[in-house]
């Protein structure tokens, strides 16, 4: 717990000073992730950039996830389904519902658990705590995924992931009729001032940029004729955290069911998440072999789809 009077400065800056001397333990992408998770407070308010001036006699209240020790990631019976395993590379089918990796404070079930009980060798790949793992689908996000089983992969992954040499293809289903049969989506994505949770387009801390390309398969409507709906295929060209969601949201057309951006939540099938499937996905190993792995669209999508009489369900 970090509690202070500082002079002026930015925010990431003087924590660094201040942590260097009282908590050394604490990194400086410890301190980022945490500012930007919305875990630091200047007068009582939660700021999420890092470079926010902090006055003198301004109070700063910080509880640093960096000091709270993370308790041992310990393999777990969860069933994999894996669409592919050579070459140091492993191809996942994630269920919805599953977490892909711990955070702090998190005691449930993850992917990453799951890891080490089905792959023993995994534990020395990548990041503590994320064994094997170079990218994520949020927890109710369903469908393929990459996992790296050797050093080597991992890092051949990491760097082509950093140059957008990797190809995803997404099902989703937003809300209300889509004019476009195809568009691009090219718009910064950051940190939301006022929600520690959320992403946003619209005046974000420290945007990135961020493009999202879509194509309409499907305009559907409910049994009372009163709800439309588009099923659409997705293409990310960045990979930011939500990018979908705030994306298709920020355009007036949310996911059905994702309740944090605008998505109605549960109605048609008793959906419990948003919909959105990660279809397909793409990668050019290092000896060249092209590597493309699929997932059939989930059972709780598909009964959607069914109730909206969708034409084209057998092709998902």
Not at 164 to 190: F, S, W
Request: hydrophobic share 35%; net charge positive; proline share 4%.
């Amino acid at each position: 717990m970090l509690e202070n009077d500082f002079v002026v400065e930015d925010l990431k800056t003087r924590l660094d000073k201040f942590l260097a001397e009282q908590l050394p333990e604490i990194s400086r992408s410890q301190i980022q992730r945490d500012i930007e998770s919305g875990l630091v407070e200047v007068n009582g308010e939660t700021v999420a950039e890092s470079k926010f001036a902090v006055r003198q006699n301004d109070k700063v209240r910080y509880e640093a996830t960096g000091n709270r020790k993370q308790e041992e990631l310990k393999p777990a019976n969860i069933p994999l389904k894996v669409l592919y395993n050579n070459h140091g590379l492993i191809i996942i089918d994630k269920p919805a519902g599953l977490t892909v990796h711990p955070g702090a404070g998190f005691k449930g079930e993850t992917l990453a658990s799951a890891l080490l009980y089905h792959f023993k060798d995994i534990y020395v790949v990548g990041e503590e705590h994320r064994p094997g793992i170079v990218h994520r689908l949020d927890k109710d996000t369903s469908g393929v995924m990459l996992v790296a089983r050797t050093g080597e992969m991992y890092e051949f992954l990491k760097n082509a992931f950093a140059e957008r040499k990797i190809k995803k293809e997404y099902v989703a289903l937003v809300q209300g009729r889509m004019e476009k049969p195809h568009g691009l989506i090219d718009t910064p994505i950051g940190k939301s001032r006022t929600d520690f949770r959320k992403q946003t387009t619209k005046n974000p801390v420290e945007p990135k940029p961020a493009a999202t390309e879509y194509r309409v398969l499907e305009n559907l409507r409910d049994a009372g004729g009163v709800d439309n709906y588009t099923l659409i295929l997705v293409k990310l060209h960045t990979g930011r955290t939500h990018q979908i969601r705030v994306h298709l949201a920020s355009i007036g057309h949310p996911l059905m069911g994702d309740g944090l951006y605008g998505g109605k939540k549960a109605q048609l099938g008793g959906l419990r998440r948003q919909f959105l499937h990660a279809k397909k996905i793409e990668v050019r190993l290092p000896n060249g072999t092209w590597i493309e792995a699929e997932s059939e669209l989930a059972d709780d999508l598909k009964k959607v789809l069914r109730l909206l009489g969708s034409k084209i369900i057998h092709q998902l």
